[in-house]
Each structure stands twice: as structure tokens, then as C-alpha cells.
């Protein structure tokens, strides 16, 4: 099993600045890519920001140039670095990972999701 635990997430004035965290356990052999989603409230989930296992990005129009996703070394545990964040980011975050298997399955796992709430 793989599990995906976030953190980071919280109440934050407009123009302030959040770092989440999002670790990874598990019966993990390699990853693949990993990823923030956000769902606001009556809205589908959208993806955020990507890193591929060779250090691709990809990033929502809505938040180049604001929003960054670093990694540690080990490519175990992947970052949301936002910056100058507007009351339309106000969503709940969710990590999500590609992951090969110690049994050579590929799969998609979730983390639970963290609120991250920007007042005006």
C-alpha cells in the first residue's frame, strides 16, 4: 500500500505565502510523476501544478509564475511553494503521486487533501 500524507495547508491574508508538504510511504519501488490538485467549493478538481521523475514541470495557467513545485533529493516528498496568493486559490489541496509498486503494479494514489483559505 502507498500512502500520501499533506500538510502545510491554512488561513493566509492575500499576497501572503503557503509552503505544503505532501510525504510519501509505502510499498513504492519508483514514481513516476507527482502532483497538487485543488477543488474549490462546487467546482471540479483541477490540476495545480506536476514533476515528472526527471524534473519536468507543468503548471495551471492560473498560477505560473506564483506557484513553484520543488522536491527533496530523495523524490520522496514533493512541495507546493505559493506565493502572492489571491482569494480564488481558496481550495482544498490534494497530493497525487504515480507510483510503481514493489510488485511492478503502477497505480494513482491520493492524499486526503489540506484547506488552504485566502482572505481578501
Known amino acids: 500500500q502507498v500512502q500520501l500524507v499533506e500538510s502545510g495547508g491554512g488561513l493566509v491574508q492575500a499576497g501572503g505565502s503557503l509552503r505544503l508538504s505532501c510525504v510519501t510511504s509505502?510499498?513504492?519501488?519508483?514514481?513516476?510523476?507527482m502532483g497538487w490538485y485543488r477543488q474549490a467549493p462546487g467546482k471540479q478538481r483541477e490540476l495545480v501544478a506536476a514533476?515528472?521523475?526527471?524534473?519536468?514541470?507543468n503548471y495551471a495557467d492560473s498560477v505560473k509564475g506564483r506557484f513553484t513545485i520543488p522536491r527533496d533529493n530523495a523524490k520522496i516528498t514533493v512541495y507546493l511553494q505559493m506565493n502572492s496568493l489571491k482569494p480564488e486559490d481558496t481550495a482544498v489541496y490534494y497530493c497525487?503521486?504515480?507510483?510503481?509498486?514493489?510488485?511492478?503494479?503502477?497505480?494513482?494514489?491520493w492524499g486526503q487533501g489540506t484547506q488552504v483559505t485566502v482572505c481578501s
Open positions: 514533476i515528472t521523475s526527471g524534473g519536468s514541470t
Open positions: 509505502g510499498s513504492i519501488f519508483s514514481i513516476n510523476a
Open positions: 497525487n503521486a504515480d507510483v510503481n509498486s514493489r510488485w511492478n503494479e503502477r497505480g494513482t494514489y
